[in-house]
């Protein structure tokens, strides 16, 4: 068995979906279940005895030592997180709080467990860190690719907030022998996304009729990668990464914001034509620029290829239009994910924003 932290978000849920689709090796799933954390995700495993799910904290010791010694599994992936960097804007006690402190907790007990097994189970167990290249800070138009060697130079509480789990569970490496992995990617895009990232926000207002909002001149480059490929990069660092090693996972598409914008506008434009005949591009509204938005980054992915033989399968054009198409194939999962909350959380962050 694996352990699976935050399996009910984005990333994790398509990582646990994926897992059980490979494999019958079975996941014992830990998410808080916050906001962004929806078991809507995994309705497909109802009743399937390889998926147990529990609902907690990774911050609450008593649990994840108890589920630890119940369950007994080899490896433990961390991908809970507090991860939307206008969230962390606003709030950046809750970041700290579960990407440092949690993550803090959660490293000691695993540590507990580790150090308490017997010596085969010992030497093959892993703690796969699952992080971010926004940790890296930002990059200037001409500058290399973020490498495994680049400092960590973070700019929003949400990277300082991943940037310090790294450094602890790279600690807990070096000081204690804790067998730990940590795979820092670019932006993830694709099904399940929770509808307040750039892709699904353009999908779902351009569908309700609503402003396309745009940060700034939307000239902000991002590498993009489908999240399946993301969860194929994990199952291959965690099958054959050297112990303390660090991999980073992009897709190889660095892409401006606007031309995303205006990719997702011309697929709505072909797959959900306008009655009346108007382009989604219509809809595209600038708004101020968000306080310290990094301008550019860039993974150069080029040691897990070389090292472990991985790479996307998903150009940004393939892996873009299944998207679009996850989200008008459900429509459902979308209407069920827009509670009140979410609703309330847009209006304030986009509202009174317009630029001249």
Known sequence: M??????????GANFVLDWLAQSDEPVLNLDKLTYAGNLENLASLQGDARHVFVQGDIG??????QLLEQHQPRAV??????????RSIHGPEDFIQ???????????????YWQGLAEAPRAAFRFLHVSTDEVYGSLAPAEAAFTEI???EPNSPYSASKAASDHLVRAWHHTYGLPVLTTNCSNNYGPL????????LLIVNALAGKPLPVYGDGLQVRDWLYVKDHCSAIRRVLEAG?????YNVGGWNEKPNIEIVHTVCALLDELRPNGDGTHYKTQ???????????RRYAIDASKIERELGWKPAETFETGIRKTVQWYLANPDWVAHVQSGAYREWVQTQYSGHETP
């Open 77 to 86: 992936l961390n991908f809970a997180a507090e991860s939307h960097v206008d």
């Open 98 to 112: 579960t990407n440092v402190v949690g993550t803090m907790r959660l490293l000691q007990s695993v540590r507990a």
């Open 242 to 246: 050297r112990v303390g090693e660090i």
């Open 193 to 200: 996304h929770f509808p307040e990232k750039l892709i699904p």
């Open 60 to 65: 609450d010791a008593a649990l994840v030592a």
């Open 150 to 152: 680049h400092k960590l």
């Open 2 to 11: 694996i352990l699976v932290t935050g399996g009910a978000g984005f990333i």
């Open 284 to 294: 595209i509204n600038y708004v101020q620029d968000r306080p310290g938005h990094d």
